[in-house]
């Protein structure tokens, strides 16, 4: 009975902060939700690589190979996130948020300050480890970000995971209308941009960013539709801007007035969440109001702490080495060794690091390979804001595609991974052969699938190993694509690059003098590294068959069964048959 009491004594305590809405919001489901999406829209400066990559070549007179290599080091900064992985499984999202934060802002700013001159020339492994350090701080955020939102929201992860994606894939598009309102073509200040911006957004929602208890609303799915809706607005307008942009001389006024409208697009999405909350503290208060805090009428045990269970099973646990080989079910909460040493596992790895491999290398490389072909500077930093646009639709086409098709068809994800690599191919080889004016159709493709992939990687992994180390595993899988990053861009298409740049200038007669940057022109530049890219993604699309071959039966049942039941207890919308009195959600945190 005195549990009882104290329940009711902090359903009581709670409805004196419910009179005020704004409390209420800020501590609210869907207000944390428009927070994620404000974070990820801002913490995709490593895609934008492409546009100050140059600047890092001339100032500091790297060759092509040693360009490749810095960029191989942010990329392995940007996927290799065990650290933040391991970090927030034993500390709170506000403490990964500002770790995160101060490498972000700590790598960008020494990376300008080299760039511009303002200290003296780095070493090369100095460069390197200060864009690692700068881009591995976008881990800490997805990591927060996402694993918030899926825990949250289990039943939903595919769509959730799609949409968060889907802004680090817009945000490149975002802070390009903001540097080039703030500081016009001026390239190199966009690199202290993308020190500072993403910092401060991270520290302003630092207490916004938590696990809440799951509770599932009738409507869920709709409202997140409402968010995917004005995101699809604001990646039009963001189109509609960069093609006027490059047909047209924009004026420092001009570029300000998009992206305010860019700011006000993104801060739309802050009115559903204020529109769905209002709904539900309005129930809130009314139910409140009617409650009856008698000892017959109060929540079971059961009800307030469904996680008892699982607690008194982890304290039965054996030692996580003895039962490394034998993990459980397709579906069930695997350990961090059972999930590394499963086939599943190495399966997708594998897929992922020649798959995501490939098509990194491209977005990488877009630069370089434009400035091969012909196209003018204004072209390639449009290819760049592309590339963001088409990864934000393939994030969140294959997320909320995904979904649905897996719930109507039971269309397993790896399947769908499968036929996003064959896709892909396609911009590889239209790189390859150099078709006149193909590279927008080419950026596109690589835009679109690089982001598709993310979604379909991240939503099999939470469905294969469960979600209890998710932190640790998505960070583990991500990974993945260095290593064929390595591979793909630095030892292939960076070494093809100048070996073809000193072959044409020794058939010209011009010696390279010490600490001249190395230029290729034409399409053999890229020609041969890119047919290998096409090969090694064909070999990572057959290997993911091979996973859907696996993985068919078990997506052919409820994979989300367990979390259904889990709702069903906490939630009085889906279950009021059983008559569950409400939870305030200030009770669950």
């Avoid at 968060?164 to 690199?191: P, W």
């Avoid at 992206?259 to 739309?268: D, E, G, H, K, T």
């Avoid at 594998?350 to 290398?361: D, I, N």
């Amino acid at each position: 009975m005195g549990e009882a009491a104290a329940a009711a004594a902090e359903l009581r305590g709670v409805s004196g902060s419910n009179n005020n809405f704004f409390l209420h919001l800020l501590s609210s489901r869907w207000f944390m939700v428009f927070a994620t999406i404000l974070i990820m829209a801002v913490s995709g400066a490593t895609y934008m690589f492409g546009i100050y990559s140059e600047d890092i070549k001339s100032s500091l007179g790297y060759d092509q190979t040693t360009l490749n290599l810095i960029g191989f080091f942010k990329d392995l900064g940007a996927n290799v996130g065990i650290i933040s992985g391991l970090v927030n499984e034993v500390a709170p999202p506000w403490f990964v948020l500002s770790l995160g934060a101060i490498m972000n802002f700590s790598g960008y700013f020494l990376i300008w300050l080299s760039v511009t001159g303002r200290i003296s020339k780095p070493a090369v492994w100095q460069m390197c480890l200060y864009i690692f350090v700068g881009a591995n701080s976008q881990t800490f955020a997805n990591t927060v970000a996402l694993v918030s939102c899926v825990k949250n929201f289990p039943e939903s992860r595919g769509v959730v995971i799609g949409l968060l994606k889907g802004f680090v894939g817009l945000s490149g598009a975002i802070i390009t209308q903001l540097y080039r309102a703030f500081y016009g073509h001026d390239s190199k200040s966009l690199i202290l941009l993308i020190g500072w911006l993403p910092a401060a957004v991270s520290f302003i929602f630092l207490r916004s960013i938590r696990i809440i208890r799951v509770v599932r609303q009738a409507n869920e799915l709709n409202i997140f539709y409402n968010f995917l809706y004005v995101s699809l607005v604001l990646a039009g307008f963001l189109m509609i801007i960069i093609i006027a942009q490059n047909w047209l001389a924009f004026s420092k006024f001009e570029y300000g007035a998009s992206a305010c409208a860019v700011i006000v697009l993104l801060f739309s999405h802050l009115f559903v969440a204020i529109r769905e909350e209002h709904k539900l503290w309005k129930k809130k208060k009314e139910r409140l109001y009617d409650y009856d805090p008698s000892p017959e009428n109060l929540p079971s045990e059961s009800q307030l702490t469904p996680q008892a269970s699982s607690a008194a099973e982890a304290e039965n646990q054996v030692s996580c080495f003895s039962n490394v080989f034998r993990p459980p079910e397709r579906g069930e909460d695997h350990t961090i060794l059972q999930a590394i040493f499963s086939i599943d596992m190495l399966i997708l790895f594998t897929s992922t690091t020649f798959g995501v491999g490939g098509t990194l290398t491209a977005i990488d490389n877009l630069g370089q390979i434009g400035k091969s072909l012909g196209y003018p500077k204004k072209s390639i930093a449009t290819f760049v804001s592309l590339v963001s646009i088409w990864g934000y639709l393939g994030r969140v086409t294959s997320g909320f595609a995904s979904e649905i098709l897996l719930a109507k068809y039971k269309f397993p994800r790896p399947l769908m991974l499968t036929l996003v690599l064959f896709i892909s191919c396609a911009g590889h080889l239209l790189i390859a052969f150099g078709v006149p004016n193909s590279l927008y159709v080419s950026s596109l493709i690589a835009g679109f699938c690089f982001g598709a992939q993310w979604p379909l990687i991240f939503a099999i992994i939470s469905e294969l190993f469960g979600l209890k180390y998710y932190s640790t595993l998505i960070n583990l899988g991500a990974g993945a694509s260095p290593f064929g990053n390595y591979i793909l861009n630095v030892q292939i298409a960076g070494h093809f690059y100048d070996m073809v740049a000193l072959k044409q200038m020794a058939e010209k007669g011009i010696a390279r003098k010490a600490g001249e940057d190395l230029k290729c022109y034409g399409v053999e530049c890229y020609r041969l590294s890119f047919l290998i890219i096409t090969g090694t993604t064909l070999f990572g699309c057959v290997v993911s068959f091979v996973l859907y071959l696996r993985t068919r039966n078990f997506y052919r049942g409820d994979i989300y069964k367990k979390f259904k039941e889990q709702a069903q207890v906490i939630d009085p919308e889906i279950n009021s048959a059983r008559n569950a009195p409400l939870l305030p959600t200030a009770v669950a945190r």
